[in-house]
């Protein structure tokens, strides 16, 4: 099998201590992770790990956009987004269903307990939550430009407070009354 990035034949390897088979490529350092190889791995996890947030620090930073072909059935690899407001894309074949990684991806998967839900990245419920994710980071960082560091940490805290109020909604009648004594 040849590498999709360099053409670099792949070698061997086995990921997370032995256990998933996986080839790798000496050259660019990417790896190719076969679905037969990864569902077996998935089915002997007991349980999914909990999944911890990444922030832009430690994402991959090595990314390879060019069109590539499966290193196993040489289908096209569809390139798939995998977290939200951040550039980190799996190739994935269409065909074969086999990813690819690029350097580094595979092990910052494996740093937020990622890597055991690599075949949910390609389904619609994970893409609807990406979208969703990013619409709320649009948003909040919409309201932090108009209102500023201050105001928008008070506004938050505010309607905190609101929300779990049993008089919320006299409490907002009063706030909006241009005269909350008049009758
Ligand atoms: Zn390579
Ligand atoms: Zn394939």
Redo the contacts with the bound molecule.
Sequence with gaps: MK?P??Q?ALDYDRLLDSYLPAYR?R??E?IWIAAREYLRWLQQQPTLLPEKPADAADLPTADTPQLKLCPQCGHFLIRYRVLPNAGFYLDRCGNCNGVWFDQNEWDVLVAHNLHDKVNQFFTQPWQSRLRAEEARLKLDQLYHDRFGDDDYARIKDVRQWLQAHPQRGMLLAFLQADDPYAM
């Design positions: 590498c990035v360099c670099t490529c050259q660019c990417g």
